[in-house]
């Protein structure tokens, strides 16, 4: 090669090629097409991965725990081009709730800190295996723009560590959060067809009571301390508090059916609450109104079944009065009830007996009107139940007449003489 590359330099020596060279020529073709041909895949090689990775929604269904009541749901990003990627999964649905006071306090005072927590999906598949939780799982259709659309808003707000949000059970949580962010990226598509559209037709306190079917405590919570705006219907996209709705929605609008990956093991967990939190206020009116009527009708022991009464009252008045003056939502402040159970019955305790039965038959006049507005549909509350506990003591007291007292006994002298003459 270096002979005839001097050769061909040399001015007169030779005005062609040499043999050798003539014959390395098809090889050297033949390279150059081969070469040119693997070009444009050596640069796909090298170019960066397709935009945009792919979305998956995950819907974890009810589980034991209180906080596990109503499903839960989580974002979770792939990078298509990796099929051994693992996956990375978002979740808006993370507080500290070892602090239960503190957080349950926060959360009447519209402060409760919640914040979006990261993990590999595989974490999350392994975390609700371990607490029996079913799993279905969607490969959301987006486009490349739209899924990086996802991804950019769920790294804006997991970038921070600072960032929180305020939980509302109804209107902010892990489900409306993931439904907020979908919504956006598909240019509104799913608040129009959700927004007016009869779902269940169910209000939100009945899907609360369906969420703690099993729970006597937290459905007495429900009847006794969310308000008016409770008993509002919820339309399919306000449903969508609940993770199943949200899943089946996306069923809807995507046409992607849930995949199911994992099924609960344990007992079915029930959805009908039945009776819940108001049989335990018509039990409660009962164990107020009959020890009372009972000291009446005797005539000794009224004071402590009065205090009895009239401290339960005051407690669930102080329970219900507390709830609308710390809460800055609609939920907890417009509550009917403030109009049922009513602190000033402290003072029953302290008013003679004729007092006692004045200010009860106001009470009564107050509750029979609370009653007619129900009735008449200008009050929403399923009142009934809580008016029971309030009326059954203060009509014994109203209308029951007393027996009196037994009179003491006259003095008399000491070793069981005749009694003393008047004086």
């Not at 799982?137 to 659309?149: I, K, M």
Request: hydrophobic share 45%; glycine share 10%; aromatic share 10%.
């Amino acid at each position: 090669m270096v002979t005839a590359l001097a050769r061909k330099s040399t001015r007169g020596r030779c005005c062609g090629y040499s043999p050798g060279m003539r014959a390395r020529r098809p090889l050297g073709v033949v390279l150059g097409v081969v070469l040119a041909s693997l070009l444009p895949r050596a640069v796909a090689a090298q170019a960066p991965p397709p935009a945009g990775p792919r979305v998956i929604l995950y819907t974890i269904g009810r589980g034991d725990d209180p906080f596990e009541k109503f499903g839960h749901t989580a974002l979770c990003l792939r990078k298509p081009w990796r099929p051994d990627d693992d996956g990375w999964c978002f979740d808006y649905g993370t507080a500290d709730f070892d602090d239960f006071t503190g957080l349950a306090w926060r959360f009447i005072r519209g402060q409760g800190s919640f914040r979006l927590s990261t993990d590999s999906e595989d974490k999350l598949f392994r975390d609700y295996t371990r607490s029996d939780r079913t799993i279905w799982r969607q490969v959301l259709p987006l486009t490349p723009s739209q899924a990086e659309a996802v991804r950019v808003r769920l790294f804006k707000d997991s970038g921070n560590p600072a960032w929180r949000y305020a939980y509302r059970l109804f209107d902010d949580n892990c489900a409306t959060r993931v439904r907020d962010i979908l919504d956006e990226v598909l240019g509104g598509r799913l608040r129009a067809a959700t927004t007016g559209r009869p779902g269940a037709g169910l209000t939100f306190r009945e899907h609360g009571r369906r969420g703690f079917a099993e729970n006597p405590i937290a459905l007495l919570m429900v009847e006794l301390l969310l308000g008016r705006s409770g008993d509002r219907v919820a339309d399919r996209w306000q449903a969508m508090f609940l993770p199943v709705a949200l899943r089946d929605e996306m069923t809807k609008l995507l046409g992607v059916e849930p995949e199911l990956i994992r099924e609960r093991q344990g007992r079915a967990l029930g959805e009908d609450p039945g009776w819940g939190g108001r049989g335990w206020l018509v039990l409660l009116a009962f164990f107020l109104a009959a020890p009372l009527a009972l000291t009446l009708v005797l005539g000794r022991g009224r004071e402590y079944a009065l205090a009895w009464a009239v401290l339960v009252l005051v407690l669930l008045g102080s329970l219900v009065w507390l709830i609308a003056w710390a809460s800055p939502f609609p939920e907890g402040r417009l509550n009917e009830l403030l109009l049922v159970f009513l602190p000033l019955d402290l003072a029953l305790p302290f008013l003679r007996p004729a007092e006692q039965r004045h200010y009860a038959r106001v009470r009564v006049a107050l509750l029979a009107a609370v009653s007619a507005l129900a009735a008449v549909g200008v009050f929403v509350q399923p009142l009934w139940a809580a008016l029971l506990v309030a009326f059954a003591p203060m009509a014994v007291l109203a209308f029951l007449p007393g027996r009196p007292a037994p009179a003491a006994p006259p003095a008399s002298l000491s070793g069981g003489g005749e009694p003393l003459p008047p004086a």
